[in-house]
């Protein structure tokens, strides 16, 4: 009984000296903390979808474009004619701000092994369709473009002459 009663005071006391204090913190783990969520990245802008169409007239539908600096256009030309590539073939292509649109048109009719896009004047070209047939269509990407404006013609022989030009003013 003599040893029962120090222990049990013992036990008492490892008890009761623990009433009243608060709880410590739990031990730190090695566990990293979740990291907070990452920013979503910015969605990309919408791609601006502009319909353009040529037909036998030797017209374009558009002759005006507006755009804003650093938007992305898609263009998409469609041939709308009936007559064959031969004789009634339709391009579009976009030269960069201060080129001679007409200029650039004379030089291209001598380039019909490359579809009337000649390749020493690649360098005053931003982008520019295959020659298309009847029924037939194309898409470019313009994408970071600068405020400017920028000229768009056929260079098909004959059809700058006749009107088929536009251009792309970029704000």
Known sequence: MKIRLP????LAAVALSGCGQKEAAPAATTAAAPAPAAAAPAAPA?????????????????TTIEAKAGETIKIVLTNTGTLPKEAMGHNLVVLKPGTDGAAYCAAAMTAKATEYVPESLKDQVVAHTAL??????EEIILKDL?????P????????????????????
């Not at 919408?46 to 558009?62: F, G, H, P, Q, S």
């Not at 298309?132 to 269509?137: A, C, E, F, Q, W």
Request: net charge positive; with cysteine.
């Open 132 to 137: 298309l047939g009847p029924r037939k269509s």
């Open 7 to 10: 222990l049990c005071l013992s």
């Open 152 to 171: 768009y013609v056929c260079s098909f022989p004959a059809h700058f002459a006749v009107g088929m030009k536009g251009v792309l003013i970029v704000k």
């Open 46 to 62: 919408a791609v601006r979808v502009i319909e353009i169409t040529a037909n036998d007239t030797m017209k374009y539908n558009l």
């Open 146 to 150: 600068k405020a400017g404006e920028y």
